[in-house]
């Protein structure tokens, strides 16, 4: 990641892509960035970044959340801090909203966004029902793009299955990532794997190892860090 760049997640709801986004920024702070993260997802409040900010800042990870965010209170809604990534020299990492409803919310900042200068990461998954064949994933990603005015620049295969994930999980994904790289017409970045399972994958493809931090209510334990 460009340590003065600004990168944006996106990827249908379920995809994963807030875990990723979590081990990104963290990762960055790790190569001796000064790293923010956006939460944008005002529109779906589960499994949004803000509820590890925690974590996050722990980490020296600086977080962005919207108002309201993590309790019961109004509709979530950005803060005027969020106008703050477009002047400093921190890398930056927005988690946008699920598909094309979040989407618009991002953009609403896309002329900023293309001025200062990004990578838009579109994150997929084979696994779930609205992005399970290239086609499907590929229309997801031209449904975001339409609403937010941004191209995504490269796609990351985060093809899981939560806690049943295994190696033969993600191998199977591979084929599939690329197929979505080859019809979207841009490079798939890497395949992401659990971090644990770095032992049995093929040395001839390209992985980003991820610990868990987003667990959903029924799966037990605390986040991996």
Same mark, same amino acid.
């Given at each position: 990641m460009d340590p003065k760049g600004l990168t944006v997640i996106c990827g249908h709801?379920?995809?994963?892509?807030t875990n990723f986004a979590i081990n990104y920024a963290i990762d960055a702070v790790r190569e001796g960035k000064s790293v923010t993260l956006v939460d944008m997802d005002v529109v779906n409040p589960y499994f949004t970044s803000s509820e590890y900010a925690e974590i996050l800042r722990k980490k020296?990870?600086?977080?962005?959340?919207?108002?309201?965010?993590?309790?019961?209170?109004?509709?979530?809604?950005?803060?005027?801090?969020?106008?703050?990534?477009?002047? !400093? =020299?921190? /890398?930056? $990492?927005? +988690?946008?909203?699920?598909?094309?409803?979040?989407?618009?919310v991002l953009g609403r900042f896309s002329r900023k966004i293309i001025d200062r200068g990004y990578e838009?990461?579109?994150v997929t998954n084979m696994y779930r029902?609205?992005?399970?064949t290239p086609e499907d994933s590929v229309g997801i990603l031209r449904e975001i793009e339409n609403a937010c005015g941004l191209k995504a620049t490269a796609?990351?295969?985060?093809?899981?299955?939560?806690?049943? !994930? =295994?190696? /033969?999980? $993600?191998? +199977?994904?591979?084929?599939?990532?690329?197929?979505?790289?080859?019809?979207?017409g841009i490079p798939l970045m890497f395949s992401v794997a659990p971090r644990h399972l770095s032992g049995k994958l093929p040395a001839d493809e390209h992985f980003y190892l991820s610990d868990i931090y987003v667990r959903t209510v029924w799966e037990e334990g605390e986040p991996t860090c």
């Open positions: 709801y379920g995809t994963g892509k020296g990870v600086k977080v962005i959340s919207p108002s309201f965010a993590t309790t019961n209170l109004d509709i979530p809604a950005l803060p005027a801090s969020m106008y703050s990534i477009f002047d !400093t =020299t921190d /890398s930056v $990492i927005l +988690d946008a909203g699920g598909d094309d409803a979040g989407a618009t838009m990461l579109y029902p609205m992005t399970s796609v990351v295969n985060n093809s899981h299955l939560k806690e049943l !994930t =295994t190696a /033969s999980t $993600i191998t +199977d994904s591979l084929q599939y990532a690329k197929e979505v790289s080859r019809s979207a």
